[in-house]
Nanobody, 123 residues
Framework: QVQLVESGGGLVQAGGSLRLSCAAS????????MAWFRQAPGKEREFVAH????????YYADSVKGRFTISRDNAGNTVYLQMNSLIPEDTAVYYC????????????????WGQGTQVTVSA
């Protein structure tokens, strides 16, 4: 079983940037598609970005398209989320997960969730 650990969150002003990392252990991630989700206080968890196993295909939620970039380093067993032009609405706990079935944006189609990393964007 793969274990995922997110890091890189923090407090940033609107317009700023952060780079999140998702480090995997216990199993290599290279055969798997991977994704980032987020959950804001009082809201349901939502899809943010998806990357296929070799990094050649990516998908984004409309709310982050053009501002966020998902990437992966299979040799380093790590997935990244570069977040630019952050806005207060991006405030949430960010999670990475392995996509194992169904559509790329379905919560039920993902597993091996990490513990999350908090991102707070101040106005």
């Amino acid at each position: 079983q793969v274990q995922l650990v997110e890091s890189g969150g923090g407090l940033v002003q609107a317009g700023g940037s952060l780079r999140l990392s998702c480090a995997a252990s216990g199993q290599i991630i290279s055969p798997n598609n991977m994704a980032w989700f987020r959950q804001a206080p009082g809201k349901e968890r939502e899809f943010v970005a998806h990357i296929n196993w070799n990094g050649e295909r990516t998908y984004y939620a409309d709310s982050v398209k053009g501002r966020f970039t998902i990437s992966r380093d299979n040799a380093g067993n790590t997935v990244y989320l570069q977040m630019n032009s952050l806005i207060p609405e991006d405030t949430a706990v960010y999670y990475c997960a392995v996509h194992w079935r169904g559509t790329y944006d379905s919560i039920s189609g993902h597993r091996n969730w990490g513990q999350g990393t908090q991102v707070t964007v101040s106005a």
